[in-house]
């Protein structure tokens, strides 16, 4: 029944999985997060967005991305008008963490090695912006940035998700969630080898 529900209405399924924050034209940094190289549709309809948004208003850009596909996402959006001096640079290095933690452990960076950015727009699909709320909020605390600092999600409004066929669909919201669930597990391990950690040194303490 609640599968049926899901693929018969997928624009309230996605009010599951969609920040509800009010997003600022005037932020200091768009954010793009790339969900594969610029051919795939979920990197295509980001870019898209995100150059709508930048023409209305030049901005700084974050691209995060695995390096196999920075590069020519920084050209795709060069060719459509982005300056490059509105690229910033990041020096972070990802890892074999997962790519959304990956981007978001690069926004942190950024934060951290740039104090002019206090509001951030990220641009990323409807079915992923939960997922990235959720790595956001408990990574900002952990950052180390001292700083005020505004975190909004740009809709879009279009998206594939909304026209995709039904096992596609399946597939990719089924991947948000256990990559949810997979999140909160690793945060419930290192907490509780944290507090064997402690109690092993409180009991050689004694």
């Avoid at 599968?3 to 599951?16: E, I, P, Q, V």
């Avoid at 768009?30 to 295509?44: D, H, I, K």
């Avoid at 641009?123 to 505004?150: A, C, D, F, M, W």
């Amino acid at each position: 029944m609640l599968a049926g529900a899901a693929l018969s209405d997928r624009h309230l399924m996605m009010n599951y999985f969609m920040v509800d924050s009010q997003v600022s034209e005037s932020s200091d940094l768009l954010v793009l997060l790339e969900g594969g190289e610029w051919l795939y549709s979920p990197t295509r309809e980001r870019i898209n967005k995100l150059i709508e948004i930048y023409k209305r208003k030049p901005t700084k850009i974050l691209i995060c991305s695995y390096p196999k596909y920075k590069d020519e996402l920084e050209k795709v959006l060069i060719s459509n008008g982005v300056l490059p001096l509105n690229i910033v640079k990041s020096k972070y290095v990802y890892d074999g963490r997962g790519g959304t933690y990956n981007n978001v452990s690069e926004i942190m960076e950024t934060l951290k090695s740039n104090k002019e950015y206090k509001v951030i727009n990220i641009v990323t699909s409807p079915y992923h912006e939960k997922r990235v709320q959720v790595i956001v909020s408990n990574l900002l605390n952990q950052s180390g940035v001292n700083r005020p600092v505004k975190i909004a999600f740009v809709h879009i409004e279009h998206s594939d998700i909304y026209y995709t066929n039904n096992e596609r669909y399946i597939d990719l919201i089924g991947h948000e969630i256990l990559g949810i669930v997979w999140f909160y597990m690793q945060l419930l391990q290192v907490r509780f080898e944290n507090l064997r950690d402690s109690m092993v040194s409180a009991r050689l303490n004694n």
